[in-house]
């Protein structure tokens, strides 16, 4: 993972090379929280390869690039 402060700034470091997916820093956030916020709950089990598909995908985040395997 890189953070970068703009769009220019994703330029001028990929050189001209393809972007991956990029999200924003409040994107970020979002995923972190919906992503972790169940872990230091007591009765806390893994979530199902579904259940975190259906975490990318409420937030936004489809596409080839955010699909899990």
């Not at 993972?1 to 994703?10: D, G, K, T």
């Not at 979530?47 to 598909?53: G, Y």
Request: hydrophobic fraction near 45%.
């Amino acid at each position: 993972m890189n953070l970068f402060r703009s769009e220019e700034h994703i330029a001028g470091w990929l050189g001209g090379r393809e972007p991956g997916a990029t999200i924003s820093v409040a994107k970020l956030s979002e995923l972190a929280h919906a992503w972790w916020d169940d872990r230091v709950s007591l009765e806390w089990v893994p979530h199902t390869r579904e259940q975190n598909q259906a975490i990318l995908e409420g937030l936004g985040l489809v596409g080839e690039f955010w699909q899990l395997p």
